[in-house]
């Protein structure tokens, strides 16, 4: 084997099918790499980050206090009508869905740095059987704030304009509701001052604006309006793009992604609720650095983990599940590795045998990987 900069944790891990003939190369010593960060052998390893199988109040725990400088998660819903997990012991029911979360929520807060933010999507719900909304988005937006001492520092909002009309009785069939298209996403924060820069998450600008841009005199007159902003010749200023509203539209309809497409060849279960890459996106370049460290506490598919590997962030991702993090590992291999490849390094990952998957992925193919994340990672 060679040589490895994860000292003791190497030897656990298994001889790189075929990575000889393709993909070898030597591992490049990197210090602040996530392995060294918790002291457990992840299930699989990247350039990056490390994804580990287990409970994540467990794996947590183990976490240096203060270390993190952002989580980003999409927790199991209290839904009523069940998600088809394949471990359902995170679905819990509304009533105790909220003390369930702030258990880690709380544990979040102290791995946190004192800049760190913590954002969790929360889908929302009916109560059962009435068309009445469930409050418990709110309730963990409260109890989050008044109990475990987070601030919130900005409510979003996701607006997925694919999403099928549901629930089918008050919005198909009674047409008593509109069709819910929207998830609450709560950033919270340790302080009033996370770090954030909004600058890294410019929108596009509008062909209203390009024009102005172009030809700021044809559109307004520098003047002060009546709801006190001064719009200056500086308005017509290309800054390169939109400031970001909170209103996030991002369509959850990739389907030619690596991943489903490894996932079938392979027979591996597709994970039922996976984040669109762009969601990651925007919260990874608005509160990070590179090199920062990202934690996903309900990884799923790894999407979070994957988005923060094309942005250089350090990450680590946790699920209860091992066929979805072995799934998972699909968003880091190299288009090349063959569907016989593929299916032994899942098979390896399902029965707990630790990869370094490095071995299936150069550092230098960050093009291709790039090009990936346009098409869902
Ligand atoms: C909504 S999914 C996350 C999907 C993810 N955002 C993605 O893009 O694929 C929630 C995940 O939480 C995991 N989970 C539930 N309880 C857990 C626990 N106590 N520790 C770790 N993972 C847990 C489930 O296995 C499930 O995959």
């Not at 944790?9 to 003939?21: C, I, L, M, N, Q």
């Not at 979040?108 to 933010?117: A, E, H, M, R």
């Not at 990869?355 to 994340?373: C, G, I, P, T, V």
């Amino acid at each position: 084997m060679r040589s490895s900069p994860f000292g003791h944790f190497a030897r656990r891990f298994v001889e790189p099918y075929g990575a000889r003939e393709t993909f070898c190369r030597p591992l490049r010593e990197n210090d602040l790499h996530t392995i060294s960060v918790i002291d457990l052998p992840p299930l699989y390893r990247t350039e990056f980050g490390a994804a580990h199988c287990g409970d994540s109040l467990q794996l947590l725990a183990r976490l240096p206090n203060e270390s993190v400088n952002l989580v980003l998660t999409s927790p199991p819903f209290a839904l009523q009508r069940e998600k088809e997990y394949l471990d359902r012991s995170g679905n819990k029911s509304q009533e105790d869905y909220v003390e369930w979360l702030a258990k880690f929520g709380a544990l979040v807060f102290q791995k946190l740095k004192p800049d760190g933010s913590f954002v969790i999507d929360i889908g929302g719900a009916y109560v059962k059987g009435a068309p009445e909304r469930a409050l418990y988005p709110f309730r963990v937006l409260l109890k989050f704030c008044d109990d475990l001492g987070f601030k919130l520092a900005q409510d979003f909002y996701w607006n997925n304009p694919s999403k099928l009309p549901s629930p089918i009785e008050w919005v198909n069939k009674r047409k008593l509701r509109a069709k819910d298209s929207v998830n609450t996403v709560w950033w919270f924060s340790k302080t009033q001052w996370p770090k954030a820069d909004a600058s890294k998450v410019l929108a596009p600008y509008s062909d209203r604006m390009k024009k102005l841009i172009h030809d700021p005199g044809a559109f307004y007159k520098p003047a002060k309006r009546p709801s006190g902003h001064d719009i200056t010749d500086r308005f017509g200023k290309d800054n390169g793009g939109a400031l970001p509203s909170n209103l996030l539209q991002i369509p959850n309809c990739e389907s030619n992604g690596k991943y489903l497409a490894a996932c079938k060849l392979v027979g591996a279960r597709q994970h039922p609720a996976r984040f669109p890459a762009k969601l990651p996106e925007f919260f990874i370049r608005l509160l990070t650095e590179p090199e920062d460290l990202v934690v996903d506490i309900f990884a799923g598919s790894n999407t979070t983990g994957a988005v923060a590997e094309i942005e250089q962030r350090r990450w680590l991702a946790f699920d209860l599940s091992v066929e979805y993090l072995a799934a998972s590992s699909f968003r880091f291999l190299h288009d090349d590795v063959s569907m016989k490849k593929m299916k032994i390094i899942y098979e390896n990952l399902t029965q707990h045998k630790p990869m370094d998957l490095r071995h299936y992925f150069h550092s230098n193919d960050q093009l291709e990987f790039k090009q990936r994340l346009a098409s869902g990672v």
